[in-house]
DNA sequence: TAAATCAATAGCCAACGGGTTATGGATTCG
DNA sequence: CGAATCCATAACCCGTTGGCTATTGATTTA
């Protein structure tokens, strides 16, 4: 099915772009800089995984003199919500709640 | 953190074996036979599949003679719930009623 | 008992993924 | 202007992964 679903369980698949994501969603927006203090990898293999979790819509970026400042995007998560719903089958409207509260978190 | 986490999490990543879980949800307990012939790959490919679905706990298999019949525990899908709700950040209290009917779901 | 079927394992191979260092472009600071 | 900083890209390495075929053990069927 979706492409885009794919690019999403795969960005969060490894544990170190996973952990990038809760940093940002823990902490809100954050510079490259900053990110690569805590990530233990080195700031190319953090802009790599900040490009994968971009492509997958799970961040943002703003760009900001030379330093590049990311964010997470909550609604990005809802198709892994509405996914888990399709697995569940039943109970769609004890999710749906969730599913509008993060469609209306950013913007 | 979790090595459970990991598991769910890698296992979901790839597209192959979310279809098999995806046809174990959906169409309920099957065979390897079963699963294969919809599969798009070999027998040996799906076994492996299933034995990662197994090792992270999204499925239960049960022999019978000699073959052996496969089906979603659905409840292993509670992890991801738990995930998305710590970084969805507030909102506990919505998705508290889903976790506990997943809980509830297999035994 | 012999043949056939089912599923798991073994062994192999190509492709992918995540890591590194090196580099370059843009921006800020002295 | 020159030096330093920030981040992205390039080039490369190597372990992992997903696929295959071949095989084996177990069970059913003829």
Request: with cysteine; aromatic share 6%.
């Amino acid at each position: 099915m979706g492409e885009a679903q794919d690019l999403l369980f795969s960005a969060l698949a490894d544990p170190t772009r996973r952990a990038l994501f809760e940093r940002l969603c823990l902490r809100g927006e954050q510079t490259v800089g900053a990110l690569t203090a805590e990530a233990g990898v080195s700031q190319p293999a953090v802009s790599k995984h900040l490009g994968v979790l971009k492509r997958a819509g799970l961040v943002r970026d703003r760009h900001e003199g030379r330093q590049t400042h990311y964010s997470a995007k909550l609604d990005a998560l809802s198709p892994l919500v509405d996914w888990t719903k399709q697995m569940s089958g039943f109970w769609e409207s004890r999710f749906d709640d969730l599913e509008d509260l993060l469609k209306r978190m950013d913007q």
